[in-house]
Nanobody, 117 residues
């Protein structure tokens, strides 16, 4: 079955960097765009962070994050990455990867990122 597994989260100080990974299985990974979303609080909606196309040729970002976050992928490793630089307390959230395949949305379980001094 389709699985998305995120990793790489943790506790960091403001200004530091993290790289998140999302490994996909159970589907033709290289045929699909993948997105990163985040939820900053349980009562908030998940917000789109970035999307990368199947080949990695095109990427798109939330306007407020494009200067600090970079999405990339390695199809041989079936992995999408999110490089996050100059992290701020407001980046604290659970980060999820998302797949839209044949009209169905799949989510990973998420990885917690906490930015605090």
């Amino acid at each position: 079955q389709v699985q998305l597994v995120e990793s790489g989260g943790g506790l960091v100080q403001p200004g530091e960097s993290l790289r998140l990974s999302c490994v996909g299985s159970g589907f033709a990974f290289s045929n699909y765009a993948i997105s990163w979303y985040r939820r900053q609080a349980p009562e908030k909606e998940r917000e789109l962070v970035a999307t990368i196309t199947d080949t990695g040729e095109y990427t798109d970002y939330a306007d407020s994050l494009k200067d600090r976050f970079t999405i990339s992928r390695d199809n041989l490793k079936r992995t999408v990455y999110l490089q996050m630089n100059n992290l701020k307390p407001e980046d604290t959230a659970v980060y999820y990867c998302r797949l839209l395949r044949w009209g169905t949305i799949y989510w990973g379980k998420g990885t917690q990122v906490t930015v605090s001094s």
